[in-house]
């Protein structure tokens, strides 16, 4: 099971750190991601940890203001996005990579940012 947190109502420019706790799954082996889906849209990648190496994946969009993590001690993924804008409002889910697509996922943690 996953359990995302750490959405909330921010204002623009403010900073924001999800975090996305697994329990009763180990995430050696796999790699971890964040995908997000704004209303009326599709959900669109964002970044990828791999849980072994710690490489890290972003989408084109993501670089710059979105940081992937990870804490093995932990079980857990963290999404850190600085200077929020309008257009991240969205919900945010973190989900388990077991191959080559997404098996398992978060409830999700919304992401409101006020202009």
């Known amino acids: 099971q996953l359990q995302a947190s750490g959405g909330g109502l921010v204002q623009a420019g403010d900073s924001l750190r999800l975090s996305c706790a697994g329990s009763g799954i180990t995430f050696s082996g796999y790699s971890m991601g964040w995908f997000r889906q704004a209303p009326g849209k599709e959900r669109e990648f964002v970044a990828q940890?791999?849980?072994?190496?710690?490489?890290?994946y972003y989408a084109d969009s993501a670089k710059g203001r979105f940081t992937i993590s990870r804490d093995i001690v932990k079980n857990s993924v963290y999404l850190q996005i600085a200077s929020l804008k309008p257009e991240d409002t969205a919900v945010y889910y973190c989900g388990v990579r077991t191959g080559t697509v997404y098996t398992y996922w978060g409830q999700g943690t919304l992401v409101t940012v006020s202009s």
């Open positions: 940890i791999n849980w072994a190496s710690g490489n890290r």
